[in-house]
């Protein structure tokens, strides 16, 4: 069975511009969450959605959005790129809401 | 403060050693804990849970002293794959899904 998918894999953006990842869920999965990891540091919540609906969001700017798909796929954008948005983006699945999250390989975000 | 502490390291160990990592975390109502494990420009992954009794896995122990708020982690005759940071977290509620609260992380070494 496929793990938690994410793509790109890696990606080179400009500030100002923005940027959509996106993500796969393992299979059966309904619960997805968006962590930020910049160096050095441990991962930060961004986002978590269960059944399409945003159940939690971290303390992060309106910039920064996401959605659920009927699929239980999800995107997150992220608008007027920053320098201090690079980072390891990454994506977590989980069967229902509190069960062990599954983590993607993530996708590496340099702005430049 | 942050809401989950842990000493950056690195732990430099030889093979074999025994090795300890303690974390700290701010909330009270912290219901869920765990440990992950990640390597180096890898995603992170469940090493193990941390429940109040204490729980073991293989060379790994995991303990919870609540009215501490203090968790640690023991690892027994280390081997050179134990290389990677360790990541303390902390789930605040039942309900409160896949938002996880990660430790910046503690980076282990084992040398031959």
């Known amino acids: 069975d496929a793990g938690v998918t994410q793509s790109p894999t890696h990606l080179i953006k400009t500030r100002g511009q923005h940027v959509t990842l996106r993500c796969s869920p393992i299979s059966g999965h309904k619960s997805v969450s968006w962590y930020q990891q910049v160096l050095g540091q441990g991962p930060q919540f961004i986002f978590q959605?269960?059944?399409?609906?945003?159940?939690g969001r971290g303390n992060f700017p309106d910039r920064f959005s996401a959605r659920q798909f009927p699929n239980y796929s999800s995107e997150l954008n992220v608008n007027a790129l920053l320098l201090g948005d690079s980072a390891l983006y990454l994506c977590a699945s989980s069967l229902v809401e509190g069960h062990e999250a599954f983590f993607g390989q993530g996708t590496r975000l340099t702005v430049v | 403060r942050k809401e989950v502490e842990q000493d950056p390291g690195p732990f430099n160990v030889p093979e074999g050693a025994t090795v300890a990592f303690n974390c700290t975390y701010s909330n009270s109502a912290s219901q869920s804990f765990f440990w992950y494990r990640q390597d180096c420009r890898k995603e992170p992954k469940l090493l193990m849970s941390v429940y109040s009794s204490g729980n073991e896995d293989g060379r790994f122990t995991a303990q919870l002293n609540r009215a501490s708020q203090y968790i640690s982690l023991l690892i027994r005759d280390s081997k050179l794959s134990d290389s990677a940071t360790y990541l303390c977290?902390?789930?605040?509620?039942?309900?409160?899904?896949?938002?996880?609260?990660f430790g910046g992380g503690t980076r282990l070494m084992v040398k031959p």
């Open positions: 977290v902390v789930r605040l509620a039942r309900g409160a899904g896949n938002m996880l609260t």
């Open positions: 959605y269960y059944e399409k609906e945003e159940r």
